[in-house]
């Protein structure tokens, strides 16, 4: 059985770093391209990031790029969020997903974990 259990949501302030893990079971972490979304209350689920099972392709939203990191380590069959720079936008809940193509496009994901709750707040 397929399962991506997320971990590291939290409180935090403006400026802050957090990390989020995605533990995922069930299938081969590294044949598969694995993600990020995100959805704020009252707004639409969007994607955060993703990671090409090769490693060789990444995508980040124009709203993280250059303060939120995406790795993946294969060995434990978990990847990785580095947030770094909170804003109080970045308040959601993020969710762990694995699929095929490495984009913003939900349906390239088949696998969805159920979320874990950031939240920036001063």
């Known amino acids: 059985q397929v399962q991506l259990v997320e971990s590291g949501g939290g409180l935090v302030q403006p400026g802050d770093s957090l990390r989020l893990s995605c533990a995922a079971s069930g299938f081969p972490l590294d044949y598969s391209v694995i993600g990020w979304f995100r959805q704020a209350p009252g707004k639409e689920r969007e994607g955060v990031s993703c990671i090409s099972s090769s490693n060789s392709v990444t995508y980040y939203a124009d709203s993280v790029k250059g303060r939120f990191t995406i790795s993946r380590d294969n060995a434990k069959n978990t990847v990785y969020l580095q947030m770094n720079s909170l804003k109080p936008e970045a308040t959601a809940v993020y969710y762990c997903?694995?699929?095929?193509?490495?984009?913003?496009?939900?349906?390239?994901?088949?696998?969805w974990g159920q979320g874990t709750q950031v939240t920036v707040s001063s």
């Open positions: 997903v694995a699929g095929s193509g490495c984009s913003s496009r939900r349906y390239e994901y088949d696998y």
